[in-house]
């Protein structure tokens, strides 16, 4: 039986035969005890969860007497818009709603690991790929569709046609770079700040420990700020009119 | 010129303490020394240091140009902000390497 968190364990007993022959259709390589893995249950937790608050504040929302929740929303929506206008320049409230699901997302994720009993799924490989992913097809397929598939093609080829054999290899490799990038980043600092909290942990149990949570707070919402700071610079690069 | 090269000859001199590492068999590690954990420990020295050289010197532009134009404070901040996160990263690439390949 593979060492399990709670809430994973909860899950395996109720979906577990669900999830199991999910995954058999699909050939993937799972263990059949635990279908369901570590991350993918803290996953569903956090996605619960911001549906949970969500809702809530939508269903709260108003003009005369606005809670302490839509306060923290309106703030939140206030400095994404303010934050893309600048860098996207106008016309960009339009990916407001997705950069603040996608911030919102890798926050609670990386703040998920703080609660003892449950575990960071940006702390795996798997899950900050997965969000990097994602935000890389959301350029790409906003910059087609803002200019048309051919005009961003073209775009690739660098400022002049004599050097496009040239800028068309750099730029597949520098857009495709960015991907790893991200997810390196993200994952990365995730994984040092458990990793330092342990090595800590096991030289000073008492007190110590406490200062690198503490900082670790802090990286998860730096890096999770940097991720949607990075996406917004992408999706500027790629909606970019030139006039 | 004779100090400078008084003291070459004392570097080489040195160098002959390292002897024994001929002695030393092929790439099998087995039994012996773990290399690949002493060699992470000196590349992650050197990129974490590399990396803060690398960030100081952002930090000291950004802050002496918002001396100048306090005015420009959110684009500095923005700008700031966006280097230190490219500059870590490097060495975060050190680290998931390390991660990786020591056992």
């Not at chain 1, 060492?3 to 022959?21: H, V």
């Not at chain 1, 005009?151 to 400022?159: C, E, S, T, V, W």
Request: proline share 5%; glycine share 8%.
């Amino acid at each position: 039986m593979p060492e399990q968190l709670p809430f994973t364990a909860l899950l395996n007993r109720l979906f577990g035969s669900l999830a199991n022959s999910f995954l058999d259709v699909l050939h993937f390589k799972h263990n059949p005890l635990a279908p369901i893995g570590n991350q993918v249950a803290m996953q569903i937790l956090v996605v619960a969860f911001l549906i949970v608050v969500f809702a809530l504040v939508r269903a709260r929302l108003s003009l005369d007497n606005p809670g302490g929740l839509q306060h923290v929303f309106e703030g939140i929506h206030g400095f994404v818009t303010g934050q893309s206008e600048e860098i996207i320049g106008h016309h960009s409230e339009g990916f407001t709603p997705f950069l603040v699901a996608l911030g919102v997302f890798i926050l609670t994720c990386n703040l998920l690991g703080v609660i003892p009993g449950f575990e960071s799924p940006t702390a795996v490989p798997s899950v900050p790929l997965g969000c990097a992913i994602v935000a890389f097809c959301y350029y790409h397929l906003q910059g087609i569709k803002r200019q048309g598939a051919l005009k961003y093609a073209k775009h690739f080829l660098g400022p002049m046609p004599a050097l496009a054999i040239l800028m068309v290899p750099i730029e597949l490799i520098s857009h495709t770079a960015r991907m790893l990038s991200l997810t390196i980043r993200l994952f990365a600092n995730m994984f040092a700040g458990d990793m330092v909290t342990l090595v800590f942990f096991s030289l000073v149990p008492v007190g110590v420990p406490i200062i690198f949570l503490g900082l670790h707070i802090g990286v998860s919402f730096l890096q999770a700020y940097i991720f949607v700071l990075l996406t917004t610079v992408y999706l500027s690069g790629a909606v970019a009119e030139e006039h | 010129m004779r100090k400078s090269l008084s003291y070459v000859f004392l570097v080489l001199a040195m160098l002959c303490f390292a002897a024994p590492l001929f002695a030393q068999g092929g790439p099998a590690a087995s039994s012996g020394v773990n290399w690949v954990a002493i060699t992470s420990g000196f590349a992650m020295t050197i990129a974490s240091a590399v990396c803060g050289l690398g960030q100081a010197k952002a930090t000291s532009a950004a802050v002496e140009s918002l001396a100048r134009n306090p005015a420009a404070r959110p684009g500095i901040q923005l700008s700031l902000i966006l280097g230190l996160a490219l500059i870590e990263s490097l060495a975060l690439y050190t680290l998931v390497i390390i991660f990786a390949k020591v056992k």
